[in-house]
């Protein structure tokens, strides 16, 4: 039997505000194309197919017709929850699709597998939906954290499969022990670390295709992430981004193949000065790419996004990261105002707390001085 793993499609999800769901349209009809060509069995989507709870209109759309295709290329098609999915909702879908599309959303048949013959007899697909242990307190006594509930969920699964025999591959989302997250990028599950599951949480199958992680992983030669097939954020540019597929023979796991999936659009992180990089002809290469500049001048740039956009269209980010950072000094906005004993120490306070340290330069300074000025000639007029 041969089987794709994937996941994390999170339809619906934006990038800095643009959509991406021609982009996903896209990368999933050339999955849909490597079902085709590699004479895929069955396709595992490991949660987190939408990425909100309540998706609109088109990605209902997206997602029927992607399952749709992915039927017609010959495979049946294996659909858990995610943390990010309604289970309620994406459990729905599945009384409106044909045969051979499976959405598994309910926690109380964790433990009973969908059996797919070949010719080497049965797989056990054990699908685990996203659990949250909040809710599952009055079903399963003593839960509190991911890892406990992750640990019954392979128990009943192993309890199963002892009794009926077979080759068996399980599917989960959740936070395994050992796997490097993208920052910022996949939400925690739960907070304080407890969504973190060991290992040994997943013996006992062939294969365990795990959802949550946006990036490719291999935790052992049967445990992995497939990651999201489309960048969701700068952090994981350097990310491939595709899907495992896995192939099973009379004895149980024969191979594990990485297959790439196209990138619609480069992502790339340019850092330093912003004039430098306003100006450098070898970054012409990037102006089709999605871009993230970290422009590193001590003083804040005025619309930055607007001026780096004129030269690279898809500049979708910017940060201001000075390359002198304030060390040593801890003192607070409040203890710098106390401390100031004029109106010109209370500016140079100011701009010593937003500027890293740094006060007024010398021109500044002349024109702080006018304005001061200034406002004491009125105030004499008055």
């Known amino acids: 039997m041969r089987i794709l793993h994937t996941s994390d499609w999170h339809i619906g999800r934006t990038f800095h505000g ?10 999933l009809s050339e999955l849909t194309a490597q079902v085709r060509e590699h004479g895929v069995d069955v396709v595992i989507v490991a949660g987190d197919v939408f990425d909100s709870a309540t998706p609109a209109a088109a990605s209902y759309t997206l997602l029927s017709d992607v399952l749709r295709g992915i039927a017609d290329a ?12 309604s289970a309620a909702r994406l459990g729905f879908q599945a009384g409106l699709l044909r045969d051979g599309i499976h959405v598994l959303t309910d926690p109380d048949a964790v433990g009973t597998p969908l059996t797919i013959e070949d010719a080497d007899g049965p797989v056990r697909f054990y699908g685990i939906p996203y659990l949250e242990p909040a ?23 192993r309890a199963d499969l002892a009794e009926r025999g077979g080759r068996s591959v399980a599917i989960a989302h959740c936070f395994a022990a ?26 006992g199958v062939d294969y365990m295709a795990l959802g949550h992680i946006h990036g490719r992983q291999r935790l052992s030669e049967s445990v ?58 070898a970054l012409a290469a990037h102006a089709e790419a999605w871009v993230c500049v970290e422009y590193t001048d001590d003083l804040p740039e005025a619309d930055p996004l607007r001026r ?8 979708a980010k910017v940060v201001h990261a000075p390359a002198k950072v304030r060390t040593g000094d801890t003192a607070t906005y409040v203890d710098r105002v106390r401390a100031a004993r004029s109106d010109r ?16 330069t010398e021109r500044e300074a002349g024109l702080i001085d006018e304005v001061l000025d200034e406002r004491v000639r009125q105030e004499a007029m008055a």
Request: hydrophobic share 40%.
């Open 308 to 315: 780096l956009q004129q030269r690279f269209p898809f500049c």
């Open 74 to 85: 010959g495979a049946r098609v294996i659909v858990t929850s995610g943390n990010h999915d």
């Open 224 to 281: 992995r992430y497939a990651g999201a097939p489309l960048h969701y954020s700068f952090g994981e540019g350097d990310k491939p981004r595709g899907s495992w597929l896995i192939d099973l023979d009379a004895d149980g796991l024969a191979g594990v193949e990485w297959l790439d999936l196209p990138v619609p659009r480069r992502l790339v992180t340019l850092r330093g000065p912003f004039a430098e990089i306003l100006a450098d002809e």
């Open 345 to 360: 120490e209370l500016v140079e306070a100011f701009l010593e707390h937003v500027r890293e340290g740094q006060g007024a």
């Open 18 to 27: 643009h959509s991406t769901l021609n982009a996903l349209r896209g990368v």
């Open 178 to 203: 050992g796997v490097e997250p993208t920052p910022q990028l996949e939400r925690d599950i739960q907070q304080g670390g407890l969504d973190v599951v060991p290992l040994s949480t997943f013996d």
């Open 135 to 157: 809710l599952l307190r009055h079903r399963w006594e003593g839960v509190r954290t991911q890892a406990a509930v992750l640990g019954r969920a392979m128990d009943l699964v």
